[in-house]
T-cell receptor, first 113, second 111 residues
């Protein structure tokens, strides 16, 4: 069982470059989420998708865009990377609603120089 | 408004000692509460969750948590800590079909 798969695992970008973080789940979950994790701040929600075809902003959406490509895949795009976006990014999914609990991917460690 | 507070940034316990990690939430309705664990370089794994009913919930790896409405708390406990429990622990509450996480508590286990 793969669960939630994130690619890449590590990435270094230069300021101003763009990139897309990929996330796919094979559990037939309806909801998917993108969080960033920074020391001492826990996990903060960037964007989420309650179901296929819908996306909504979370707590820290500025500088990011998302695409719910289909039920399995939910990508996060940085159009013009900034050093403040250096972080560890986690994708998660839940069966129906968040109250059922999340399954997390293993994360993408992004450094913007 | 802060939804989840974990007052302790770091906790160090001796192997074999008991453990309690604190979590307080601010949310009006009966909350859906969670504890997750993150080992270094890994994603987060669900330890346990509380929805309703019995206020003492059992989880994986020998952990349990107690919901106390009067104190707005959901503290995580383990009777005897093992070296492999060293990790970061996150409390979370469900709000509007999303989980809001606390800042985390880093557990160190000394032998």
């Amino acid at each position: 069982n793969a669960g939630v798969t994130q690619t890449p695992k590590f990435q270094v970008l230069k300021t101003g470059q763009s990139m897309t973080l990929q996330c796919a789940q094979d559990m037939n979950h309806n909801s998917m989420y993108w969080y960033r994790q920074d020391p001492g701040m826990g996990l903060r929600l960037i964007y989420y998708s309650a179901s296929e075809g819908t996306t909504d902003k979370g707590e820290v959406p500025n500088g990011y865009n998302v695409s719910r490509l289909n039920k399995r895949e939910f990508s996060l795009r940085l159009e013009s990377a900034a050093p403040s976006q250096t972080s560890v990014y986690f994708c998660a999914s839940s069966e129906m609603r968040a109250r059922s609990g999340y399954t997390f991917g293993s994360g993408t460690r992004l450094t913007v120089v | 408004a802060q939804s989840v507070t974990q007052p302790d940034i770091h906790i160090t316990v001796s192997e074999g000692a008991s453990l309690e990690l604190r979590c307080n939430y601010s949310y009006g309705a009966t909350p859906y509460l969670f504890w997750y664990v993150q080992s270094p370089g890994q994603g987060l794994q669900l330890l346990l969750k509380y929805f309703s009913g019995d206020t003492l919930v059992q989880g994986i790896k020998g952990f349990e948590a107690e919901f106390k409405r009067s104190q707005s708390s959901f503290n995580l406990r383990k009777p005897s800590v093992h070296w492999s429990d060293a990790a970061e622990y996150f409390c979370a509450v469900e709000r509007g079909n999303k989980l809001v996480f606390g800042a985390g508590t880093i557990l160190r286990v000394k032998s």
